[in-house]
Structure formats: structure tokens, C-alpha cells
């Protein structure tokens, strides 16, 4: 750690020693494989040994084949102070040799892989059944003139043409199918498409800072090479493996690799190896990059997991696995008794318990539950599907009891053999009009409407600076009913200014002049800025004339800077004089310690301690002041309460946050215990206080305002002192004066939410979070505990929403706790964005707001979509089924059904989800968890809607032959032509429904439904393509359709009953919904009872995730195959993406989607009734940072 420069500058010459391709010493000239490292002294497979070695061994290992990491670092050709070259010659040869740092994602799903998925839907299947039967028995002739004796049964209307006809119909179904399957394969083609898109935009943000040349640059991840030497700091998510080269105090999280949380110290002499994909906790330091990619152990267990993946599939055996991948593990698990053979162990033990879970899988369910939305849906979808089921078994076995009754008790005839193919024709046409009536009862379009509108919205709110990470966060964002917000950076600018000091007994209001500070005061307080703060903080000029100085790094650390520079000193040559490597000790930020201390070694070999942190704290561990002179005087408790009354309190009150910058003098002789905090950084002489100011972002107060007004609490979360929080509380508005609300300190918090025993207790944080607005000096599980007491509430009847901004790496906890965490795109670190839902581009509070907006809108659009269904849904399976008792036929044909299906399914989805939000949807509450998706207005639209088209549909049905003076169309012979009576029936319902698709554009019972409607052009062009489509169907669309051409009358007739529609919309928005105790709302949220059985679940949540994972495998298999399923799939295809996460979560969220269809209770009646619906939440899939567990759980099926 204290190497001296002339030792780095030796290393760095030393490169030039070694001729390419040689070797330097302690490699014991092994040749073996030595070419397989290109020119370099170490190949790939060695590299990769050496970094499946831990603490003591990996040291030796490395000193004994290298001569230590100098050696390592001059056979990679790099410099340990210097870095590469980057010259790109280099670069690409070291890609070339070592691999690119990227692991190769999954294989998107071909065109034609998600075309056969589609065709795996239930009804889909049955169809095409249907269809290829009564395709076969239509080239069947009865021999001879036997059919007579058959009854009247294949009736007179009968040409030649007309026989040879019987095979349109089933070749129409079969081409509607197709068609469907075509269009659900294209959507989910291009989401999938859009998600990578996305992925590939989350993974290019993602930069590392590098050292090459000497210089400290930020490069993307994938462009890191071999040889490459890293900076790490507090917050990385490590990008590469490595060897730690410098480190101060740091400490790594490697449970994504180990599964064990205690944090891991890694340093120089201990433990200095580094892998990929664990998180830095604390402290900073450099790192030599050894492998990348592939070759890097989360690589390893990637090209593992694929290899897995592989072998399941039983399309490729072996091929994909790179070599040694599989070997490797194996003696991974044998090296390490310990370390990363963890990762095979839970599946073990989840196996072992596999009985135990299954009684134990009813009380367990994990607590992050689907998205409010996909779990009403799913429930909704239920109860319609098994409505439509049963109406269709019914209808069709109405139709058989009918047929066999009428043909043989009626006529008396007897079944003759000759007559069995026309019989059966009979029959399989009953079939398709039994299917028929389910095509159009099951709300298909449901899934995709969800899958449309959340596609869309993610793709706009990237404009708004939103980066959606997990789709569901952008509709539950909808319901948010509070949001905890960081004040710095969120709020505020996060640009640091130091306005006011402390110093040598005066309080300057303003910046003072240089000579009015005593020189040797002047002279500490530069060195006790530059040296204790982290070398990546630096002041680089603007990147414009007369701007603002760029800011880089740590913004307080930059405020500090700052500050040395408005005292017209630098900090530069401090740092040049003792560069990071001659710092002896860094005790490094963390919210626990909130400050910072650096020793140096001075030149009579004593020690120096700088430190600085926020001032109450530092205040009580300093001793001594120093005075007008430099000279340092006792500071005892009273002068300590005098400060904070005369300096400190005024400075917080104006919203500024105050730090305490002290140092100490340590002897050498006997070296002081560096380990024992407590008693070093103690008895410190303060140098001065300062007071940064950090203004608010001039859109937040406005931003608030908009939540206050939307329904939503917002609530302030900070480290920073209480009077430092209030007053920018106040500024931005989220406290008002003469409100009743609570401020809290992290203390006081947390005493008066523990009973004596310390332990946490909900009523008391109860009593408080209704009232609560800001919460100062909080420590990261205060956060969490406020998020958690929040949600887990029940003073208020809604379950609480909540929101929570983060930036560092601590509030991961609270960022996965929320139900929608928002990290800092700016500022937050790998840590915190790896747990969020959505990362704000621009880190500022605004974005929040349009996160919201969206949100309800999402909500909003399902519900116009919804609405629309359901009206089709109701009226055509109420017709089909009643048209099919009294007249034998099913006024709808097949093919005319699956044409209606997929205009209100496929086509209404895109138009109605495509509605762009407005700002009107900021002025309602939140809708809450458990308010249904129907509201009783919607269910008065739908009744309504639906009387009016069964009314007008009968009507015509049963005298609309004499109506319009042409040839009844009921009780048709088999294969008779056309009629136009049907046509007419046919014409009127489809352009009852479209006009209808104008009037679902609002739902909450506004008049003007045209409101907006050409500022949502997807809209428009739909509505009127369909009215094109359907001209051409009803007058061209002959016997496939079934469609007889119309006259012009005839269409105005149409036409006027359609525009019906919209006059009749403004009679049933005059119809006062209170008026009406007979509707029930339908599609209600979780029932309290399974909220209660979710809170239990909590306390088990602590279990293993492959546990997890294996018991939802076992659930899966007590799940029937159903229908509503394969529905679900279409929400679940969303999850699916191509990257890291992706890889490994996929199959864990398909299984989440499939739910548990069988424990619901099938509705006795048919009408939309409140369902009970028993739905289980499925566990949200789960952040990378469990990848590997989950891995384990990958190959349950």
C-alpha cells in the first residue's frame, strides 16, 4: 500500500525489458499453453485457475508463478501506475487472446418459434379440429339418391355449385386462425424486440472508469480488457475480475457468488481477488483486470446455465459449451470447501424438502406479488373464460339434444348407414358454432391490450427520462399513493456550493478573502480538503465559455474543492505531492460512520489524520479549535453547545447542510492501533465549519404540487441534519407552514417506533407515518423501515403504493422493498439501479411525476379496452347462444365471429391502449390495490351498451326479413347460400361496435367522447381501416364469409343504427350511476382475506431462492393445462429479455405468470358477478443480485 513512486516508475519502465513474447522471472519457464496467450506471458486457462483461488492461496499462487502482481502486471504488458496504452492495436489483440468483456445473450426466439407458440392456444386448436373435420366430410358425397331417405335434413335449396361449396367454411377458419396466429406472433416478435433494444440501452450506460496512460477515464463495460487497470469505489458492481493492486478499507458483497451477506475485506496482503458481478460496500481502491467475459467466474456460471439450457432443450447436446467450462466447475467444487461451491448447494436442499414444501407451499407465498393490474386481469380473464365455457358446452349440447330429438322421436326416422357423413356434418357444425360462441366469450385481447399499452408507454417514457427496467413498475406507478424521496440530487441540483464558513472564531456569511485567515489555518484546511477526499473527486473546467465548472465525482467532495479554489489556493499540488498510493489509512465514508478520515505519514515519520463529516457528529469528537492565530484551544461540551446554537442551527435553518473539516496529530512511536477506530479518530482539532448550499431544482415545487393535488404524500428521506431538511422541505414545498405534520431525526424515529425489548412494532409506526414528512439523519434501515411500516399499514382501508428514489448503494433494500423503486441514473450507483424499477434518466424529481401519468393511464386505457370487450363479449355470446336454441344456427357464422374477435381484440387493444395521457389524470386519487377494474360506471356502459345492440340484433333477427321485405334467413339448410337477412345482422353488429370503440374511449362518464381523439392518429386509422375492411367483406366476402351483398339502403339502415350507438352513449351518461343498487362491480383487487395470508408469508420470506424457485416448480405441476393460461403467456413473454437478468430469469417468471387456475371458484351464474377468485400472487421475478440461486431453480421442468 505504500509504495513509493520510484517503485511504480520501475515497474513501469520494467515493461520495456521484456521483449514480446518473454518471460520475466518466478514463472519456473513453464512452456506448457504458453502460446495460447498470444504474445503475452500468461494464457487464458492459467489466468482462469488463478482467479478460482481465494485469500492466502491466491497470494501465493501469484507470488510463487509471478513474482507477485508486479510480475502478473509486466507479463500482461500493463503498468501498475500507468495502465494500458490504449493504443488499438493493443486493445484488439488483448480482445483477441483474452475475449471481450460481454457475455453472449440468449438467442432471441425466431419469427417461426413464436408463430408455433401462438398456435398452441386451446381455442385455437379446437378450431382448426373443427375445420379440418368439416373440411374431410365436404368432399364426402353420399352415394346415389339415398340422401332422400335422410329427412329433409340437407334441404332443397341445394345447387350443384352450393355442394361443391361445403369446403369454404372450414378453409375460411382455417385462414382466420392463421391470420390470428400470424398477428399475436408479429406483437410479440416486436416487444421482444423493443425489450432488447432496451436491454442493449440499459447495458451501454453502464461505464467503468479506467486507468489508461496515466489518465483516469470512463469507458463502457464491454470495451474493458485484460490487463486494463480498474478504479473501484464504493457503490461498483464489479464489470470484470481482478486483482487488487491499492485498496483503502474495502469491502465487498459477494452473496450474488457465495449466497453469504456478511461482507467480504479485501486487501493487498489478505484477500485480493475481485470478481465480477459482486458489489463494492465500501471504501475504493484499483484493480488489475485478469478476465473478462466469459472467462470471468459469473461468465463461467452464464456459459454454465446456457449449457444447462442446451441439454434441456435436446436440440444441441453438447456444442455450446466453451471448453473447460464444465470441468472447471467441477473443480471449482472441489478446491473450495467454501466460496463459490455455494452455488450448488441449495438445490440439495430444496430437493431434501420437497414434501415439507408442499404443505408448506399454501402459508408461503413471497411477498412481492404480480402487478396489481396482471392480477385483476388474470382473474377477470378466469371468470369470462369459464362463463364462455359454459355457455358453449351448452349450446352445443342444446343443439344435438334438438337435432336428435327433432330427426329421430319427431320424424320417427332410423340412423341409416349411408347417412352417417351428412349426420356427422350436422354435428361438426354444431361443434364450430358451440366454439364459435367461446372464440368470442374468451377476452384474448385482454393479455395483449396489457402487453400494447405498457410496450407503448415505456417507449414514450423514455422521452420523459424514465428508463422502465421492469414493465409492471410502469402501471403500479399509476396507484402510487406516497413516494420517499432523497433530498439531494432528487430535489435539489446536486451541484455543491460552499456559501458560508466557520473559521478561526468568525462566521463569514460569504466566502472570505484569503488574508483574512491565518496562514497556517489556511494551509490545513487545503491539505485536509485535498488529500481527505477521494482522487476521482476533481473541479474540470466548464464545457463552455462562462459556465459552470464541471463538477466530477463526489459532489460534496466537489464543493469542497471548490471552496479551496474561491480561497484562490489549489489542491492539485497537494495531490501530486502524495498521490493515493502514500495515503497509510482511509477510513471511508459510510452511513454509519457518516465522515471520512485519511493518515498520512509525515516526514518525522509521525502520523496525520485528516478527517471531516457532518458537523454534530465531528463536534463531539473534537478536543480543540483553533483560534484567530492558528493556535489550537480546548473545546469543551459548553463551547460545543454555543457552536451549534451560534453557527450551526442558523447555517441548517437557511437549508444548508453543514460539515465539520478537523484533524490530529498521532505519534509514531508506538504506531497507533489502526484497526481501533474509536480510539483514532478521537481528541480531533477543528479546523472549520462549512455551510453548503445545494438549491432545489426550480421544477420540484411545482412537481410536488402536482402529487399533492394527484393524491400522493410526498415525504422526504435524507442524511442530512433536521434543520437542513426542514428548510428544504419547505422550499420545495412538501411541508406547509400550519400543516399538521411530524419531522423526525433517525433517533427519534427509531425510539419511538420500538417497544422496551428494541424490537420494531407496526401500530407505533402507525401512530406516526400518516403524519410524518421528513425524515432526517436517517440511517439506510430507517428508510427501509419507513418503506416497510408503510406498506405493511392497515390505518388506512387502501394498502399504500410506495414509491422510493435512491441513489447509493445502501438503499437497495428499500429500493427492492418498494413496489416501485426509482434509481438515480446520474448519480446512483450499479448497486441501486441493479434494484430499481425504473432509473430517472435525469435524476429529477419532475420525471417521478410523468412516471405517474403514465401509469394511470396504462390503468386507464385497460379499463377503455375492458369496457369495449366486455359490451362485444356479452352481446355476441348472448346471441349466439339464443339464436342457436331457436333457430338451429347461430345468427353468427364462424368465420364472421373470428373477423368481430379480431377487430375488437387485436385492432381495439391497439387503438384504445394507444391513448396518450393527458394532464387531466393527474387531478383524480390513486385508484388503490383493491379497487375493481370495473367501476360501476363501466359496468353501466357495458349493461347499457349491451341492451341497446340485443334489443336492435333480435329485432332484426326475428322480423327484420319483413322489416326490409327480403327472404328470412332462419332455419337454413346445410350449405345454403348466403342470405342477406344474416348480412344485414352481421353488418349491424360490427358497426354497432365500432362506433361503440368511440364511446369506450372515456370512462369516467364524460359526454364529449370525441375529446382528443385526433391527437391519437393509430386511433383513427383504425377505426376507419375497419369500417373499409368490413365493406369489403360484407360486399365481396361472399360464401367465405357468408356474406350476401347489400344495397345502399340497406347500409344507411346500418350505418344509422350504428351512429345510434354514440346518441344512445349520451342517454346512458344522463342515467345517474348511484340510481342503479343492482350493479355489482366486477375484476376487485385481492381479497382481505388473502392480504392477510400474505402478511404471514413476510415472516418466512428469508427463504432460499432456489427453494423458491423449485417449490414453484411443484406448484406448477398440480396445475391443469387451462385455456386462460396460454393467455397469460402473452403478459409473461414481456419479462422475457435477452439479457444477464433475462437469461436467468426467464423461465422463473413464466412459471410465476401461470396461475393457479384451478383453485377458482367457477361463477354458478353467468352474469359479472364480484369474483372470489382465489388468484395466488405470483412472486415478481426477483433482482440479479440472487442470479445464481435462481440459476439453480432454472431447470425444474
Not at 440530487?489 to 466566502?511: A, E, K, P, S
Not at 385455456?1123 to 433475462?1142: W, Y
Request: hydrophobic share 40%; with cysteine; glycine share 8%.
Amino acid at each position: 500500500m505504500s509504495t513509493t513512486a520510484t517503485m511504480g516508475e520501475m515497474a513501469n519502465s520494467a515493461v520495456e525489458f521484456y521483449p514480446k513474447g518473454t518471460r520475466g522471472g518466478g514463472g519456473g519457464g513453464r512452456a506448457d499453453g504458453s502460446h495460447a496467450g498470444g504474445d503475452f506471458g500468461v494464457t487464458v486457462t492459467e489466468l482462469r485457475e488463478l482467479m478460482e483461488l481465494r485469500g492466502a492461496d491466491a497470494i501465493q499462487k501469484v507470488q510463487d508463478s509471478y513474482g507477485g502482481t508486479d510480475g502478473l502486471c509486466q507479463r500482461l504488458q500493463s503498468s501498475i501506475t500507468d495502465g494500458l496504452s490504449g493504443d488499438p492495436a493493443d486493445l484488439e489483440r488483448r480482445g483477441q487472446t483474452y475475449g471481450q468483456n460481454f457475455i453472449p445473450p440468449k438467442k432471441p426466439k425466431t419469427f417461426l418459434e413464436l408463430v408455433w407458440e401462438a398456435l398452441q392456444d386451446v381455442t385455437l386448436i379446437i378450431l382448426e379440429a373443427a375445420a379440418i373435420i368439416s373440411l374431410g366430410l365436404s368432399f364426402y358425397q353420399p352415394p346415389g339418391k339415398e340422401t332422400e331417405s335422410c329427412g329433409n335434413v340437407s334441404g332443397g335449396a341445394e345447387d350443384e355449385g352450393e355442394a361443391d361449396a361445403g369446403w369454404i367454411e372450414g378453409a375460411a377458419i382455417l385462414l382466420s386462425v392463421v391470420c390470428v396466429v400470424l398477428v399475436t406472433a408479429f406483437n410479440d416478435w416486436s416487444k421482444e424486440k423493443q425489450f432488447r433494444g432496451l436491454q442493449s440501452r440499459i447495458e451501454q450506460e453502464q461505464k467503468f472508469t479506467v486507468v489508461r496512460k496515466g489518465n483516469v477515464i470512463q469507458i463502457p463495460v464491454a470495451d474493458m480488457v485484460v490487463g486494463d487497470l480498474a478504479q473501484v469505489k464504493y457503490g461498483d458492481l464489479l464489470p470484470a475480475d481482478g486483482i487488487l493492486i491499492q485498496g483503502n478499507d474495502l469491502k465487498i458483497d459477494e452473496s450474488s457468488l457465495t449466497g453469504e451477506s456478511d461482507h467480504v475485506r479485501k486487501s493487498v496482503e489478505k484477500d485480493p481477488m475481485l470478481l465480477s458481478g459482486t458489489h463494492v460496500m465500501e471504501g475504493s481502491g484499483r484493480m488489475l483486470v485478469t478476465a473478462v467475459g466469459v472467462n470471468s467466474q459469473t461468465g463461467i456460471i452464464f456459459t454454465l446455465l446456457g449449457a444447462g439450457e442446451v441439454e434441456e432443450d435436446g436440440k444441441e447436446k453438447k456444442g455450446k459449451q466453451p471448453d473447460g467450462a464444465v470441468e472447471n466447475n467441477q473443480n471449482k467444487a472441489k478446491k473450495q470447501d467454501g466460496g463459490v461451491a455455494m452455488e450448488m448447494q441449495p438445490l440439495k436442499s430444496a430437493e431434501g424438502g420437497e414434501v415439507e414444501d408442499r404443505e408448506k407451499k399454501k402459508t408461503n407465498v413471497p411477498k412481492k406479488e404480480k402487478s396489481v393490474l396482471q392480477g385483476k386481469l388474470t382473474k377477470l380473464a378466469v371468470q369470462i373464460g369459464k362463463a364462455g365455457l359454459v355457455m358453449s358446452a351448452i349450446t352445443v349440447i342444446i343443439l344435438v339434444l334438438y337435432f336428435v330429438i327433432n330427426t329421430f322421436v319427431v320424424e320417427g326416422r332410423t340412423w341409416m348407414t349411408e347417412c352417417t357423413p351428412v349426420y356427422i356434418q350436422y354435428f361438426v357444425k354444431f361443434f364450430i358454432i358451440g366454439v364459435t360462441v367461446l372464440v368470442v366469450a374468451v377476452p384474448e385481447g385482454l393479455p395483449l391490450a396489457v402487453t400494447i399499452s405498457l410496450a407503448y408507454s415505456v417507449k414514450k417514457m423514455m422521452k420523459d427520462n424514465n428508463l422502465v427496467r421492469h414493465l409492471d413498475a410502469c402501471e403500479t406507478m399509476g396507484n402510487a399513493t406516497a413516494i420517499c424521496s432523497d433530498k439531494t440530487g432528487t430535489l435539489t441540483t446536486n451541484r455543491m456550493t460552499v456559501v458560508q464558513t466557520y473559521v478561526g472564531d468568525v462566521h463569514h456569511r460569504v466566502i472570505p478573502d484569503p488574508g483574512q485567515i491565518n496562514p497556517r489555518t489556511l494551509d490545513l484546511l487545503v491539505n485536509a480538503i485535498a488529500i481527505n477526499s477521494a482522487y476521482t473527486s476533481k473541479i474540470l473546467p466548464p464545457d463552455v465559455e462562462g459556465g459552470l465548472a464541471k463538477q466530477v465525482g463526489n459532489k460534496t467532495e466537489c464543493g469542497l474543492l471548490g471552496f479551496v479554489l474561491d480561497l484562490q489556493q489549489d489542491y492539485a499540488p497537494v495531490r501530486d505531492q502524495i498521490p493515493e498510493e502514500r495515503l497509510y489509512k482511509v477510513y471511508t465514508f459510510n452511513s454509519v460512520r457518516k465522515s471520512m478520515s485519511t493518515v498520512i505519514k509525515l516526514p518525522d515519520g509521525s502520523f496525520r489524520l485528516y478527517s471531516k463529516g457532518a458537523s454534530e457528529i465531528m463536534l463531539k469528537k473534537c478536543s480543540y479549535i483553533l483560534d484567530a492565530n492558528g493556535e489550537a484551544r480546548s473545546f469543551r461540551p459548553r463551547d460545543r453547545d454555543e457552536m451549534v446554537k451560534q453557527v450551526i442551527e442558523p447555517m441548517a435553518c437557511e437549508g444548508l447542510r453543514t460539515i465539520c473539516i478537523a484533524y490530529r496529530d498521532l505519534p509514531s512511536n508506538p504506531e497507533p492501533d489502526w484497526e481501533n477506530e474509536a480510539e483514532i479518530v478521537t481528541e480531533l482539532t477543528c479546523i472549520t465549519v462549512v455551510g453548503i448550499e445545494d438549491p432545489v431544482r426550480p421544477e420540484v415545487p411545482e412537481a410536488i404540487r402536482k402529487c399533492q393535488r394527484a393524491g400522493i404524500t410526498v415525504r422526504m428521506v435524507t442524511g442530512d441534519n433536521i434543520n437542513t431538511a426542514r428548510a428544504i422541505a419547505a422550499k420545495c414545498g412538501i411541508i406547509h407552514p400550519g400543516d399538521d405534520f411530524i419531522c423526525l431525526e433517525g433517533k427519534d424515529f427509531n425510539r419511538r417506533i420500538r417497544n422496551e425489548k428494541g424490537e420494531i412494532e407496526q401500530e407505533r409506526i402507525d401512530k406516526i407515518w400518516p403524519k410524518l414528512r421528513v425524515l432526517a439523519r436517517s440511517s439506510p434501515t430507517d428508510k427501509h423501515t419507513l418503506v416497510k411500516g408503510i406498506i405493511d399499514s392497515s390505518v388506512v382501508e387502501q394498502r399504500q403504493v410506495v414509491a422510493v428514489t435512491g441513489d447509493g448503494t445502501n438503499d437497495g433494500p428499500a429500493l427492492k422493498k418498494a413496489d416501485v423503486g426509482f434509481a438515480m441514473g446520474i448519480a446512483g450507483t450499479d448497486v441501486a439501479k441493479e434494484a430499481s424499477d425504473i432509473i430517472l434518466t435525469d435524476d429529477n424529481f419532475s420525471s417521478i411525476v410523468k412516471a405517474v401519468m403514465w401509469g394511470r393511464n396504462v390503468y386507464d386505457s385497460i379499463s377503455k379496452f375492458l369496457q369495449f370487450q366486455l359490451t362485444v363479449n356479452v352481446v355476441a355470446v348472448i346471441v349466439a347462444f339464443t339464436g342457436a336454441c331457436i333457430t338451429q344456427d347461430s345468427p353468427l357464422k364462424a368465420v364472421q365471429m373470428l373477423w368481430v374477435n379480431l377487430i375488437m381484440d387485436t385492432f381495439a387493444s391497439l387503438a384504445l391502449a394507444t391513448e396518450p395521457p393527458t394532464e387531466a389524470l393527474l387531478l383524480r386519487k390513486p385508484y388503490g390495490r383493491n379497487n375493481p377494474l370495473i367501476s360501476l360506471t363501466m359496468m353501466k356502459n357495458i349493461l347499457g351498451h349491451g341492451v341497446y345492440q340485443l334489443v336492435i340484433i333480435f329485432t332484426l333477427l326475428f322480423i327484420g326479413e319483413r322489416m326490409f321485405n327480403i327472404d328470412s334467413g332462419r332455419n337454413a339448410p346445410l350449405h345454403s347460400p348466403p342470405s342477406e337477412h344474416y348480412t344485414i345482422i352481421f353488418n349491424t353488429f360490427v358497426l354497432m361496435q365500432l362506433f361503440n370503440e368511440i364511446n369506450a374511449r372515456k370512462i369516467h362518464g364524460e359526454r364529449n367522447v370525441f375529446d382528443g381523439i385526433f391527437s391519437n392518429p393509430i386511433f383513427c386509422s383504425i377505426v376507419l381501416g375497419t369500417f373499409a375492411v368490413q365493406i369489403v367483406i360484407v360486399q365481396w366476402g361472399g360464401k367465405p364469409f357468408s356474406c350476401a351483398p347489400l344495397n345502399v339502403e340497406q347500409w344507411l339502415w346500418c350505418l344509422f343504427v350504428g351512429v345510434g350507438e354514440l346518441l344512445w352513449g349520451q342517454v346512458i351518461a344522463t342515467v345517474p350511476t348511484e340510481r342503479l343498487p343492482c350493479l355489482k362491480e366486477a375484476g376487485l383487487g385481492l381479497e382481505p382475506s388473502e392480504e392477510e395470508g400474505e402478511e404471514l408469508a413476510e415472516d418466512e420470506e428469508e427463504i432460499d431462492c432456489a427453494e423458491r424457485e423449485l417449490r414453484r416448480g411443484q406448484i406448477l405441476w398440480f396445475r391443469g393445462l387451462n385455456r386462460i393460461q396460454t393467455q397469460m403467456e402473452v403478459v409473461s413473454t414481456f419479462k422475457r429479455s435477452g439479457s444477464f437478468q433475462g437469461a436467468v430469469r426467464r423461465r422463473s417468471s413464466v412459471l410465476s405468470q401461470l396461475h393457479d387456475v384451478n383453485t377458482i371458484s367457477t361463477p354458478s351464474h353467468v352474469a359479472l358477478s364480484t369474483a372470489t377468485a382465489n388468484t395466488s400472487p405470483a412472486p415478481g421475478s426477483e433482482s440479479a443480485e440472487r442470479m445464481y440461486t435462481h440459476a439453480s431453480g432454472e431447470s425444474i421442468p
